[in-house]
Structure formats: structure tokens, C-alpha cells
């Protein structure tokens, strides 16, 4: 069963219709049909026609997981159910040609988020929504008739529709990693245009501390890599979860350079960074000594959440990834 080439004896033919999800997964497939009827996607009778077959092909073959297996006497696995959701929705999204976008504001190098209404002070101190977005490199979101009052915040690194480029300062867009349409300022948008192909797809699972990649060569969606990863955790003032939701892989780095917590210091490196929203990257074994050699493998991967907000791997699958996901059309989904 978790040999090369191996089609995935799940079988999994998942239409978005014609199956009942699991109480664990009626959050997340709700959540995503509300998502499929903001956008437009299509009707139900389309839906019905999407399937999902997944073949185990991997491309990168160390440190591989099975499907299912034990850390500290408890059972761990690969959670197919709701990674073949992901891609349901992942080919649901691309029935109909849009202009594509990615909200952006890492270091708040676009400016400031405003301040909205009725924000609360999180278990950091910092600035966030009532749905606990910070303020921090997060982007402001409007309702579409208002350009005074913004009202919640947009994770740097959702994926938007872009429908209006308004005259001024605005644009409309519509939310793929969010619901709903909103006005939010020109600069905070990245707009990637109206041809990408979303055929790589990286779920990282913070409940079960695994990474798995997958590729769409039609008529498969390809397991190329299933591995142990790190996640954030809760540990305030500087440590913070992995947040979960859909995400652009937006940039890379070969070493992502870090300070030591609460000083100005340098801290190490990361190997092979691949970011996909506000400081979090996908990255290899921090190295804690910016002079020394790469690290391969640290025996903490894929045991509890100890990370600052990144996904740790091993450094050689961060560079199968470095190499693999082309930036701008690699998707992230951060499951729970």
C-alpha cells in the first residue's frame, strides 16, 4: 500500500455532491460550498462531475509516512478525506476564468492596516478582529458601498477574484480564501491575471503534524511527497499558531534569516523558505548558528506544534519543495 507508483487503496472518488461528509469534516465542506456559492462558481449539476482520484507517485521518497501510524501510542494519518475536499475545491474555483489576486502586506511594507471597530487585543497584546486576524501585515477589508469604515482584516497570502479596478484608490475583489466580495486599497493587491493553472497543491496538517504535496496531471491528482512537519504554536509574546485557510506560496529563499526572540540579534538561518503568508514559511531545519553547514533532520518533526508560526521540515524535503512549487501558482492549504 505505501509503495511507489501505488494507487492510493482509498479509492477516492470525492464529488461534491452525491456524498455526506463526516460530522469532523461538515465545518470545512459547509464552509467551502458557502465559499463555491459566493463565487459562482457553477451549479450543483456541474459539481456533480468532479472527481477526485489520487495515485501515489512520489518525487520525493525520505523520511516517507504511511497513511496511517502512531506517535506516543496514539493514531496519527494522513486525513484524505479532507485533503481530497481541498482539491474538490481547488478544481471548483478554476470551472470559470477570473482574474486572480493575492492580498499582500508582509512587514506591512504596504502601510499600516487601519484600526476597525470593535478590535480586540489577543493573547499577544496585539491589535486583531473579532475573528482573530491581527492587525499586523494584514491587509483592511470594506464592505463594497464604503470606503471610511473597514471591518475586518485579510490575511496577507488569501487569494482573491479580482472584479473591479475602480477609478482611485479601491478595487473590488471577491473572496477565494475568504467569503464574500469587499473594497479594500489598490495596494494591498497583487494581481496575477486570468491564465494561472493551480497544479501543485501542498496540505499541511496541524493536527497531525504531516506535510503531504500533491500535482494534477489529469486525470490524477499525484501524491508526490507524504512527510513529518512542524508547526507553530501558542506561546506567547513571540511563538504563534500556523494559521489554517488557503494560501499563495508567494516568494522564496534559499536561507531565511531570523532573530533571536525579543532582540535585534541574529538568530540562524532556515534552509529553503517557501512563504505563504505574513513571516510564515515552509522552511528545513533552523540552524542555529548562521555560519555552520545545513541541518538534514531534527528527531522534534512531526511530534508536537514548537515552531513560531513556520512549517519545519526536513531540510532536504523544504528543497524539494523549494524546487518543485513555482511561486504565485503553488497553493497551501493549512488543515486542522
Known amino acids: ?77 494522513f486525513q484524505w478525506d479532507k485533503i481530497v475536499n481541498r482539491l474538490t475545491y481547488t478544481e471548483a474555483i478554476q470551472l470559470k476564468k477570473r482574474t486572480w489576486g493575492v492580498l ?56 482573491v477574484e479580482v472584479i473591479d479596478t475602480l477609478q482611485g484608490d479601491f478595487v473590488i475583489v471577491k473572496g477565494v480564501s475568504l467569503e464574500d466580495t469587499w473594497k479594500t486599497p489598490k495596494r494591498y493587491v497583487k494581481t496575477l491575471g486570468d491564465t494561472l493553472v493551480f497544479n501543485h497543491v501542498i496540505v499541511i496538517d496541524v493536527t497531525h503534524q504531516n506535510i503531504t504535496t500533491l500535482e494534477k496531471q489529469s486525470p490524477y491528482w499525484y501524491i508526490r511527497s507524504m512527510n513529518p512537519a512542524t508547526t507553530g504554536r501558542h506561546r506567547p509574546p513571540y511563538a504563534q499558531e500556523t494559521p489554517t485557510g488557503l494560501y499563495l ?42 555560519g555552520r553547514s545545513i541541518i538534514e533532520y531534527s528527531y522534534s518533526l512531526g511530534t508536537t506544534p514548537r515552531s513560531h508560526m513556520c512549517v519545519r521540515n526536513v531540510s532536504s524535503h523544504a528543497q524539494f519543495i523549494y524546487d518543485w512549487g513555482p511561486t504565485n501558482e503553488t497553493l497551501i492549504y493549512v488543515i486542522d
Open 1 to 77: 500500500m505505501h509503495q511507489r507508483n501505488l494507487i492510493v487503496l482509498l479509492s477516492i472518488l470525492w464529488a461534491l455532491t452525491g456524498c455526506v461528509p463526516s460530522k469532523q469534516e461538515e465545518t470545512a465542506y459547509d464552509k467551502m460550498r458557502s465559499l463555491l456559492d459566493s463565487l459562482e462558481v457553477s451549479t450543483i449539476d456541474s459539481l456533480e462531475f468532479i472527481t477526485i482520484q489520487l495515485k501515489k507517485d512520489l518525487l520525493y521518497d525520505k523520511y516517507t509516512l504511511e497513511d496511517q501510524y502512531e506517535y506516543q501510542n496514539k493514531e496519527r494519518r
Open 104 to 159: 499582500r502586506n508582509y512587514r506591512n511594507g504596504n502601510g499600516e492596516a487601519v484600526v476597525v471597530p470593535n478590535f480586540v487585543r489577543n493573547a499577544y497584546g496585539r491589535v486583531s478582529d473579532t475573528l482573530g486576524v491581527e492587525r499586523y501585515q494584514s491587509v483592511p477589508l470594506y464592505l463594497p458601498e464604503d470606503t471610511t469604515t473597514a471591518i475586518r482584516y485579510g490575511r496577507d497570502g488569501w487569494i
Open 249 to 290: 506560496l508567494q516568494e522564496k529563499k534559499i536561507k531565511m534569516y531570523y532573530l533571536k526572540d525579543g532582540t535585534t540579534a541574529l538568530g540562524g538561518f532556515a534552509p529553503y523558505a517557501s512563504r505563504f503568508t505574513n513571516g510564515a514559511y515552509i522552511h528545513g531545519v533552523p540552524v542555529a548558528h548562521p
